[in-house]
Nanobody, 122 residues
Framework: QVHVVESGGGSVQVGGSLKLSCATS????????MSWYRQAPGNEREFVSS???????DYAHSVQGRFTLSEDSAENTMYLQMNSLKPEDTAMYFC????????????????WGKGTLVTISS
């Protein structure tokens, strides 16, 4: 069974920093693309950042220059370092993993974590 678990959320002041983690497990012989999305109350879930199987990163314009993705491949964990946080960054942050590969039993399947809450206070 594939597991995706976010952690690291909390409350921080404007201009502060947080580092989110997305720990994944339960799969073998899979390539993976991993990404972060966020959803504020009353809003649609929006893309934040992604890291593909080749190590290439992408960021939403709203977080470019402030957020940085990284990965500990040995731990199957992705991190989102968030700096210079703004009130509009307040949201539930979700980790998504897309698994693929000819030897991957979960080929072309996507899994979501349950989210970790980030609150930015003025």
């Amino acid at each position: 069974q594939v597991h995706v678990v976010e952690s690291g959320g909390g409350s921080v002041q404007v201009g502060g920093s947080l580092k989110l983690s997305c720990a994944t497990s339960g799969y073998s012989y899979c390539n993976r693309d991993m990404s972060w999305y966020r959803q504020a109350p009353g809003n649609e879930r929006e893309f934040v950042s992604s890291l593909d199987g080749g190590g290439f990163t992408d960021y939403a314009h709203s977080v470019q220059g402030r957020f940085t993705l990284s990965e500990d491949s040995a731990e199957n964990t992705m991190y989102l370092q968030m700096n210079s946080l703004k009130p509009e960054d307040t949201a539930m942050y979700f980790c998504k993993i897309h698994l693929y590969g000819t030897l991957c039993r979960y080929n072309d399947m996507t899994y979501w974590g349950k989210g970790t809450l980030v609150t930015i206070s003025s």
